[in-house]
């Protein structure tokens, strides 16, 4: 099991546990002034990008005056090893989580988590949550390929992974290095053998192997220094084409999406507040305002479409043993190049 693959997808750079404590006002009064005084703080572990956060601690502590939200951010790897220490030690402090797939299935191992409130697990579809309610999806994401439009002739853009295989693209696209997400998607596509056989294929067009993160690859492409990478999230392509920039992809096929996973924690510090927490998070505040971030959220209005899609994929705890076999077989095949 590699480090990067339990980083988060968005590829935000982190060294250790450097955490952005945000500070905070408290307020007189609360709509569930019920909970006594150290009960109203929120600890939540987060791996989203630093940005959205503080717009997502005022929102929630705008709506339950009284109520602390302690944002603790770090990347998905080292969220995962303090999670799992604390645990075993007996000295929990965080109330929420959000998280990669493969770390909210170690953490279900582990015995950590407890039952998400019914009022929230009935709002959601049954692919974005756990059979046991330990666990629910956030933040959705679809993958897709990008290109430079002003570098790649109309005629020789990619519209598949195939197209990669052309005498065109021998040595003028970039392979990220831990891109173990594609890795998937070709393996669960093609099997095992097929996987390694295309995989190896791939790898005798001469890609340049790359250790920068989806965000900047996309960038990459959109500013013209490379012409095409093979992967990148849906957002990083809108965003940038919102500004003007020469940018433009494919939809994978099958689809992938990446969902984030939230869960808490059966010895949670606060459970009172972590409850009121959740049910804003989860109702149509807490999913506006992440609309307003730029994020898609599971049980939105678009998140039945993107559930149903035919033959999708998901990153999601079920699908966690062929997501590492997936990854170990990029890993023999790339860095043996």
């Known amino acids: ?25 408290a307020c007189g009064g609360g709509s569930a002034s019920s909970a006594g005084a150290e009960d109203k703080v929120i600890v939540y572990y987060s791996t989203r990008p630093e940005e959205g956060l503080p717009p997502l601690k005022k929102a929630f502590e705008a709506a339950n005056p009284g109520y602390e939200l302690k944002v603790i951010r770090a990347s998905t790897g080292d969220t995962l090893a303090r999670l799992l220490t604390e645990g075993q030690s007996g000295k929990q402090a965080a109330d929420v989580t959000e998280v990669s797939a493969l770390a909210v299935t170690q953490l279900e191992q582990a015995g950590l988590l407890g039952k998400l409130p019914d009022s929230v697990l009935a709002t959601l579809p049954a692919s974005g949550k756990s059979p046991s309610g330990t666990y629910a999806g956030t933040r959705y994401f679809r993958y897709v390929t990008p290109y430079n439009t002003k570098l790649v002739p109309e005629a020789d ?5 195939d197209d990669f295989l052309k005498p065109y693209w021998n040595g003028k696209f970039v392979l990220g290095s831990d891109d173990i997400e594609w890795a998937y998607d070709v393996y669960a596509s093609k099997g ?3 996987a390694r056989d295309f995989f190896k294929a791939i790898a005798a067009q001469k890609p340049q192997l790359r250790s920068e993160g989806s965000g900047a690859q996309a960038e990459l492409v959109a500013i013209g220094q490379i012409r095409a990478s093979m992967m990148t999230l849906s957002y990083h392509i809108t965003n940038r084409q919102k500004k003007g920039l020469p940018i433009d992809g494919f939809g994978w096929q099958p689809p992938l999406l990446n969902i984030d996973w939230l869960a808490t924690f059966k010895k949670a510090p606060h459970p009172n507040a972590t409850t009121v927490f959740l049910k804003w998070l989860y109702s149509p505040a807490g999913i506006a305002t992440d609309a307003q971030l730029g994020f898609s959220r599971i049980g939105d209005a678009g998140s039945a479409e993107a559930l149903g899609q035919p033959n999708l994929l998901i990153l999601a705890p079920t699908t966690v043993d062929d997501q590492q076999k997936a990854a170990k077989l990029f890993k023999e095949v790339f860095s043996a190049g």
């Open 192 to 194: 095992e053998q097929g």
């Open 1 to 25: 099991m590699t480090t990067r693959y339990l980083r988060h997808r968005t590829k935000v750079a982190c060294t250790g546990l450097a955490l952005i404590a945000l500070a905070v006002s």
């Open 157 to 161: 853009r990619p519209k598949s992974f």
